[in-house]
């Protein structure tokens, strides 16, 4: 398993180009499903593990991913899916696995995906998409650790989410792309990834409109035509590389950016003293400031703070000023990375979803291990910020399931930042180390 090895304290400085959204990609990817009268192009999908896994699901499927003539663009053809069935080997790995559920609904009636179970930072049941798609006229049935689903046709039908969820949204939007007559959603989740999906399919010859801010309606049709789309950017990538400013006081420029979807990670990171000029829709400079100011934090679904910014921000308040309070309040175990940082110094005590972060005068190098994909971020961000001592972050395959060529650019930033091999293989197995970190402690 590869580490990645830090020498912390200096500032970063230069330019740094954001890639694709792992999460409007994924769900994207699998809408191709819905497409097989012709090539599905998508651009600007980021070259991550993630992405890797749903392209092996989608084969796994009966698809066929062409050769490209550029990395970021990817080009399917699901003519040939003959098998409806996601193996659990797949879908324990990415659990966003479960999207494949919406489109094969749609456009085969039926589908088996192994439940995703659960990971690092929670259960993550899918009961509400479950449910929904019961009130489509799905039949749905678990055993086994999988469930099966399956129709004579779907039929338009209300749907009310008792709290949003993001994929359980986009699972409901393309199982009811196709449907007979109207489906409503209410209290559908806001994230910006939910609307480029839904702008892929319309492009496509879909219907659907969110005509209020929580409200989608989904007019089902008899067919598609082309899924030809460019994914937008990933606004958590730019956030972390926003933070990485931040925490180095540093001097960033970031490109390729949506600037509308960063509101509430910008005035935060304003908040805490960081200088952030808007250079237009699509960039912004943003210098860390000498002191960094203690700011509140809570986690809520978008618009609000967004939890996969939390552990990031946690780590730029572990060298603030005061002391500050971290709400986490849409998972119920995303605070893996709170031991992890406490080894690097930071000071910070957890009770049940909040933690409250006495800003220390430096951080210290250490051995520190990943556990999930944004708790591998933060530490590499208290890595750079750690000015005495090398930072070695271990089970870094969580990092590269969300955050493209994540040390190519911190270097070319100033970062003095490498990859290595693991010389042997870690001593303690998986699933001893989860023990250990109360893995689960939510399932
Ligand atoms: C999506 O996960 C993202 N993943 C997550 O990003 C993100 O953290 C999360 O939304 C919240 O913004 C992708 O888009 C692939 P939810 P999702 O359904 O859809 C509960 C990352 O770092 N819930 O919005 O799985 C759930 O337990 C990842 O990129 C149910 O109880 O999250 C949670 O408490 C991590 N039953 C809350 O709702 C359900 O059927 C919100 O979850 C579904 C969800």
Redesign the pocket.
């Known amino acids: 398993m590869d580490k990645m090895v830090i020498e912390g304290g200096f500032p970063l400085i230069g330019e740094v180009s954001i890639s694709g959204s792992?999460?409007a990609s994924?769900p994207i990817i699998v809408s191709s499903i819905m497409f097989d009268g012709c090539d599905s192009e998508i651009h600007n999908v980021p070259d991550l593990e993630d992405i890797k896994t749903i392209k092996k699901l989608l084969t796994s499927l009966g698809a066929e991913i062409k050769e490209s003539d550029k990395p970021d663009k990817l080009i399917i053809n699901t003519s040939g899916i003959n098998n409806y069935e996601a193996p659990y080997d797949l879908v324990k790995t990415m659990?966003?696995s479960v999207l494949v559920l919406g489109p094969l609904l749609a456009k085969y009636k039926r589908a088996r995906v192994s439940l995703p179970g659960g990971c690092a930072?929670?259960?993550?049941?899918?009961?509400?998409?479950l449910n929904a798609f019961k009130l489509l006229g799905v039949t749905v049935e678990v055993e086994h650790g999988y469930v099966e689903v399956y129709a004579d046709k779907l039929k338009g039908a209300e749907i009310s989410f008792p709290?949003?969820?993001?994929?359980?949204t986009e699972n409901v939007i393309m199982a009811a792309t196709l449907a007979e007559g109207t489906t409503v959603i209410k209290n559908a989740?806001r994230?910006p990834?939910i609307d480029d999906m839904i702008l892929a399919l319309n492009n496509g010859g879909a219907d659907i409109k969110r005509t209020e801010p929580s409200v989608i309606i989904v007019n089902g049709v008899k067919k598609l035509n082309k899924l030809n789309h460019k994914v937008l950017p990933d606004r958590?990538e730019a956030g972390t590389f926003m933070v990485a400013s931040a925490v180095t006081k540093g001097d960033i420029v970031l490109k390729d950016i949506n600037v509308s979807h960063l509101r509430t990670v910008i005035d935060k990171l304003s908040e805490s003293g960081a200088k952030i000029i808007i250079n237009s829709s699509s960039s912004l400079r943003i210098k860390g400031a000498k002191t960094i100011k203690s700011v509140d934090i809570s986690t809520a679904?978008?618009p609000d703070f967004?939890?996969?910014m939390q552990a990031q921000m946690m780590a730029l308040m572990t060298i603030s000023s005061g002391l500050c309070v971290i709400t986490e309040n849409?998972?119920?175990n995303r605070f893996m990375h709170v031991a992890e940082l406490i080894r690097l110094g930071a000071s910070i005590k957890v009770r049940n979803n909040f933690a409250i972060v006495k800003g220390v005068r430096k951080l210290s190098g250490a051995e520190v291990m990943a556990t999930d994909?944004?708790a591998s971020a933060s530490l590499v961000l208290a890595g750079l910020a750690s000015s005495d001592g090398l930072t070695t972050v271990s089970r870094i395959y969580h990092l590269d399931r969300?955050y493209e060529k994540m040390e190519k650019k911190l270097s070319n930033l100033g970062a003095i930042i490498s990859r290595v091999k693991a010389s042997e293989p870690s001593a303690i197995p998986d699933e001893q180390v989860f023990k250990d970190l109360n893995y689960g402690k939510g399932a």
Do not use: W
């Open positions: 792992k999460n994924l659990r966003a930072i929670g259960a993550r049941p899918i009961d509400f998409h709290i949003p969820s993001v994929t359980g989740a994230e990834e958590i679904p978008y967004p939890t996969d849409v998972f119920e994909l944004r969300g």
